[in-house]
């Protein structure tokens, strides 16, 4: 059974940082690193966002709010994809979900909080 789990999240200052962390469970071989991996911001009564995605090949792309503040990095042998964010703001508060691919495969997703 494939299982996403994110960690990571909680309450930042204005210009902190905070490193999320996303890992798969459940898959066979190497089908891990054959997908691209993606997370997701969605702030409350918002639909949920692209924030950066991970190409099977390693190649990063980032949402316009996310170029030069985040870095998105993947271990293809512990199943595990981050997101280090910096230089946060209160824009970025919301709830961030780690996805498989474009698969149904989606973790709960960890709450990112930032505010004074």
């Known amino acids: 059974q494939v299982q996403v789990v994110e960690s990571g999240g909680g309450l930042v200052h204005p210009g902190g940082s905070l490193r999320l962390s996303c890992t798969v469970t459940g898959l066979s071989g190497n089908a891990f690193s054959r997908n691209a991996m993606g997370w997701f911001r969605q702030r409350s009564g918002e639909q949920r966002l692209l924030v950066a995605l991970?190409?099977?090949?390693?190649?990063?792309i980032y949402a316009d709010s996310a170029k030069g503040r985040f870095n998105i990095s993947r271990n293809n042998r512990e199943n595990t994809v981050s997101l280090q964010m910096t230089n946060l703001t209160p824009e970025d508060t919301g709830v961030y979900f780690c996805?498989?691919?474009?698969?149904?495969?989606w973790g709960p997703g960890t709450q990112v909080t930032v505010s004074p």
């Open positions: 996805r498989l691919g474009t698969t149904s495969f």
């Open positions: 991970i190409t099977f090949g390693g190649e990063p």
